[in-house]
């Protein structure tokens, strides 16, 4: 297996600002129509027109570990408020605090849009990602093809069976794996794609549409994490260990 990541960016006052990113891990025999769909997928861009794309291919070495895909809900939400609403009252049921949440939603919706993930405590609310204008990147995640066959007759049914469904929920699904992390909230940079989630172990990945108005650029994803969670062994697992969901 092999792990291909994109990203692309443009250079404005001497500031790198992230356009896309893609990652995953795929059979070798693929890497060309990959390498060929990231980078149209960069240089077709509703965040704009990237002047560096950066792709590596790697081999993909230690064996990867399996993790369950989450099980997929549509909610009905009909505005911005709705959603912090329905997303702050789902959180506080799994034991994320007010001032946490409030914490997050200070980084999502701020026009600043990093490259990662940030990571948050539960209960006091501390950011803990070593670099706060990157993030962490969870990367080397995939899935084998039949299961990818599987996951698309399911999505099909319920009528959200495109890339961008199942590359977010894959990334849902390795991070929620991570026993220290709690649950995620996440929503999409780009200014045409309103539909955001939150996902976690206990409530699965549930999709909320509306979570932003059309048109705007903040967007962002946060995980929530215990308290006296080893923040480095988390991010190893997160961007450098192999995980195939199934
Ligand atoms: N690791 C960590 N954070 C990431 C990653 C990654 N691999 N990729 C993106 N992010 C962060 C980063 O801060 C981006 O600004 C933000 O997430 C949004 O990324 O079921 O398209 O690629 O329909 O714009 C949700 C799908 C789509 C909901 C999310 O995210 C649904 C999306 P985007
Ligand atoms: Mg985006």
Redesign the pocket.
């Known amino acids: 297996m092999i792990s291909i990541r994109m990203r692309a960016s443009k250079t404005k006052n001497r500031r790198e600002h992230?356009i896309?990113?893609a990652?995953g891990i795929y059979e070798k025999s693929a890497i060309s129509k990959i390498v060929k769909a990231y980078t149209e997928r960069a240089l077709n861009h509703p965040r704009g027109k990237p002047d560096k794309i950066v792709i590596s291919i790697e081999d993909v070495k230690q064996k990867p570990k399996k993790a369950g895909i989450l099980p997929v809900k549509n909610l009905k939400c009909s505005s911005s408020d709705e959603a912090r609403n329905i997303i702050s009252q789902a959180l506080a049921n799994v034991g994320v605090s007010k001032r946490a949440v409030k914490n997050a939603f200070r980084i999502l919706t701020s026009t600043k849009?990093?490259?990662?993930?940030s990571l948050i405590l539960q209960e006091s609310g501390t950011r803990m990602e070593p670099d706060k204008e990157r993030?962490?990147?969870?990367?080397r995640l995939g899935i084998k093809k039949p299961d990818e066959k599987k996951l698309s007759k399911m999505l099909s049914r319920i009528k959200?069976n495109t890339d961008?469904?199942k590359e977010?929920?894959l990334?849902a699904s390795k991070t929620a794996s991570y026993p220290d992390i709690i649950a995620e909230i996440?929503?999409?940079?780009?200014p045409d794609?309103t539909?955001?989630?939150i996902s976690s172990k206990e409530f699965g990945y549930l999709?909320i549409p509306n979570i932003k108005n059309r048109g705007e650029m903040h967007?962002?994803?946060v995980f929530f994490v215990k308290e006296g969670v080893n923040i480095k062994m988390m991010i190893d697992y997160l961007e450098k260990i192999p995980v195939i969901m199934a």
């Open positions: 992230h896309s990113g990652e849009t990093m490259r990662g993930a993030g962490v990147r969870v990367s959200i961008t469904v977010a929920l990334l996440c929503i999409s940079d780009d794609y539909t955001g989630y999709r967007g962002g994803r």
